[in-house]
Every structure is written in C-alpha cells, then in structure tokens.
C-alpha cells in the first residue's frame, strides 16, 4: 500500500513537469538542481504501472560516484518510459529507458524523487564527471559535456 501510494505520488509529480514550463528548459533547471547526481549502476527496475502516456518505473540505483554529498550508497528514482506501441508520447515529457545492470550518470531530484536526467556512461562522461565536473551542463533529461574552456 504504501509504495503504491508512493508511486502515485511520483507519478503525478513527474507527468506535472511538462505543465510547470513552456518548455525543456525547466527539466533541465529542475536536473542542475539535483540532489543525487552520480555515476551509478541500474540495481533495479520496477514496472509500477502503464498508462496512455506511458509506464512509469521506480529504478534503483548503486552509487559508483557520487558528485553530490546528498548521495546515498543506494537510492531510487521514478521516470516514465514508452514501452507499448499503443502508447503516445506527451509533448515535453522527456522518456528514460533505463535497464538493469547499466551504468548511467543519473541526476535525481532526492532520493525516491524524480529522475531528472539519465545518460548512459560513456568513458568520456566518466572522466568529465570525475575530474571536470563544471563543464556539465543538462538538456532534455541527458548530461552534456560543454567544450573546454582554452
């Protein structure tokens, strides 16, 4: 009972994002302003339910890296993702397809809040994320890499 209300409770605050801005530019805020940013490994994956716009998943997650000091070593997010044909998007929701065992970098508003960006690790992610994180920057739910400053 109580993680279906809390899933509800996820549920209604990440499909009311879209309706807070004109546009992306507010995920994007709402990602820069993240408690939990890390790199991280996919524990878990749970499929809470499916609607219209979508199916909405509580992901659990291990902290590899943490950037933040708000990161547990473990902690959860919620996110919609398009999983049925028969599903149509909604303008501006942004979609994360995140799979067990993958190792994202993964911005989450607090833990068991919402997803704000998730982006699959790359080895140039890493290092910018480990060594350079200022030159991050945020943009329909994935971290991008700013070009150096020279």
């Known amino acids: 009972m109580r993680i ?8 209604l605050i ?4 879209p309706a807070l801005a004109a546009d992306s530019r507010y995920l994007d805020r709402m990602a820069f302003e993240s ?3 890390s ?3 996919v524990s878990r994956v749970q499929r809470m339910g ?8 509580r992901v659990t997650f291990k902290t590899d890296y943490a950037l933040t000091s708000f990161t547990p070593e473990s902690f959860t997010g919620g996110c919609n993702t398009m999983e049925s044909a028969w599903q149509q998007r909604s303008p501006g929701t942004v979609y994360f397809n995140p799979k067990q ?3 994202v970098f993964v911005t989450v508003s607090s833990n068991d809040g919402a997803i704000t960006s998730l982006t699959p690790l790359t080895p140039l992610l890493d290092a910018v994320v480990r060594t350079e994180p200022w ?3 945020y943009n329909q739910g994935r971290a991008v890499i700013l070009p150096k400053d020279d």
């Not at 990440?14 to 994002?17: E, P």
């Open 39 to 41: 790199i991280a490994v």
């Open 50 to 57: 499916a609607g219209a716009e979508g199916t909405f998943l």
């Open 14 to 17: 990440i499909s009311s994002i």
């Open 101 to 103: 065992g993958q190792k």
């Open 135 to 137: 030159r991050l920057t």
């Open 4 to 11: 279906s209300l809390l899933a509800l409770f996820l549920a």
């Open 35 to 37: 408690e939990i940013k």
